[in-house]
């Protein structure tokens, strides 16, 4: 009878040390979600063109609390977020105006570049409005863009975004694939514009994706979660040309941004 007592005493501090240990790793978990600095950089895929509700304090760069930085940082609190990408931004527009809430105690930063640089609207007016051969011509320019200078444009953007912010983790997102190839278009581009149009994507998203790696940042592929939602699907996340809001053509909608980027961060970071 004493030793099933001094038993179930033991057995009673052992579990009230599980239970202090477990509520203790509960609070510093939910301390290390509220304790992130949080900044969000990059260009209209960041700043959440197509999504609509654009806060009028950001002017042109058209950023949207539909946005997935945005809607990440509703959702986790953190300790402070900062939002400064940007509508039209290039690699140079990000070391130039951006990085000003980057610091050393910066724990979280993500970003969508290299699109503007490669010419993606040009490409997209281009392939629009003139021939298929012209069309398939500029995807090409676009392609050899991408291995002759586009490497360095990110080497800059990534070692500025490292001296600024040397302990955060760093969460650069590519681009989806614009066409579901064969799918319910009956207009517009032909199948070989569109499938030039994809592989170009995955070419820059590849390079993108190699000079991440090569930083030790994260590389966030959409690709696949916006697989059977890219124009022409049925159940677009994409808008397709508009020629009332030009800007806003092939861009996320808010559903994209909801559905497609921010499960992708989510993971990521």
Same mark, same amino acid.
């Given at each position: 009878m004493k030793l099933s007592r001094i038993t179930a005493?033991?057995? !009673?501090?052992?579990?009230?040390?599980?239970? %202090? &240990?477990?509520?203790?790793?509960?609070?510093?978990? $939910?301390? !290390?979600?509220?304790?992130?600095?949080?900044? %969000? &950089?990059?260009?209209?895929?960041?700043?959440?063109? $197509?999504?609509?509700?654009?806060?009028?304090?950001s002017g042109s760069c058209k950023r949207t609390p539909k946005a997935y930085p945005a809607l990440w940082a509703a959702a986790n609190a953190p300790a402070s977020f900062a939002f400064t990408a940007c509508s039209g931004a290039r690699t140079g527009d990000v070391t130039a105006s951006q990085l000003g809430p980057l610091n050393s105690g910066t724990d979280l930063v993500s970003i969508s570049i290299g699109g503007n640089d490669a010419g993606f609207a040009d490409v997209m007016t281009t392939c629009a409005l003139q021939s298929e051969a012209t069309c398939l011509n500029r995807v090409a320019?676009?392609?050899?863009?991408?291995?002759?200078?586009?490497?360095?444009?990110l080497n800059s953007v990534y070692t500025a975004i490292r001296s600024k912010a040397p302990s955060a983790r760093v969460v650069v997102l590519g681009y989806p694939r614009f066409y579901q190839l064969n799918g319910t278009c009956v207009?517009?581009?032909?199948?070989?514009?569109?499938a030039a149009?994809?592989?170009?994507?995955?070419?820059?998203?590849?390079?993108?994706?190699?000079?991440?790696?090569?930083?030790?940042?994260?590389?966030a592929d959409v690709a696949g979660a916006f697989t059977g939602h890219e124009i022409c699907s049925g159940s677009a996340w994409l808008h397709s040309v508009n020629w009332l809001d030009i800007g806003e053509s092939y861009h996320p909608t808010a559903a994209g941004q909801s559905g497609g980027y921010l499960p992708v961060f989510r993971s990521a970071a």
């Amino acid at each position: 009878m004493k030793l099933s007592r001094i038993t179930a005493f033991s057995s !009673s501090l052992l579990l009230g040390a599980v239970l %202090a &240990l477990t509520g203790a790793a509960t609070a510093q978990a $939910g301390e !290390s979600v509220a304790a992130v600095d949080y900044v %969000a &950089l990059g260009d209209s895929y960041s700043s959440g063109v $197509g999504s609509g509700s654009y806060d009028s304090a950001s002017g042109s760069c058209k950023r949207t609390p539909k946005a997935y930085p945005a809607l990440w940082a509703a959702a986790n609190a953190p300790a402070s977020f900062a939002f400064t990408a940007c509508s039209g931004a290039r690699t140079g527009d990000v070391t130039a105006s951006q990085l000003g809430p980057l610091n050393s105690g910066t724990d979280l930063v993500s970003i969508s570049i290299g699109g503007n640089d490669a010419g993606f609207a040009d490409v997209m007016t281009t392939c629009a409005l003139q021939s298929e051969a012209t069309c398939l011509n500029r995807v090409a320019q676009a392609r050899a863009f991408v291995d002759s200078t586009l490497p360095g444009n990110l080497n800059s953007v990534y070692t500025a975004i490292r001296s600024k912010a040397p302990s955060a983790r760093v969460v650069v997102l590519g681009y989806p694939r614009f066409y579901q190839l064969n799918g319910t278009c009956v207009a517009g581009l032909s199948e070989k514009e569109r499938a030039a149009i994809n592989g170009a994507s995955d070419y820059l998203n590849a390079a993108t994706a190699k000079r991440a790696a090569d930083y030790g940042f994260a590389f966030a592929d959409v690709a696949g979660a916006f697989t059977g939602h890219e124009i022409c699907s049925g159940s677009a996340w994409l808008h397709s040309v508009n020629w009332l809001d030009i800007g806003e053509s092939y861009h996320p909608t808010a559903a994209g941004q909801s559905g497609g980027y921010l499960p992708v961060f989510r993971s990521a970071a």
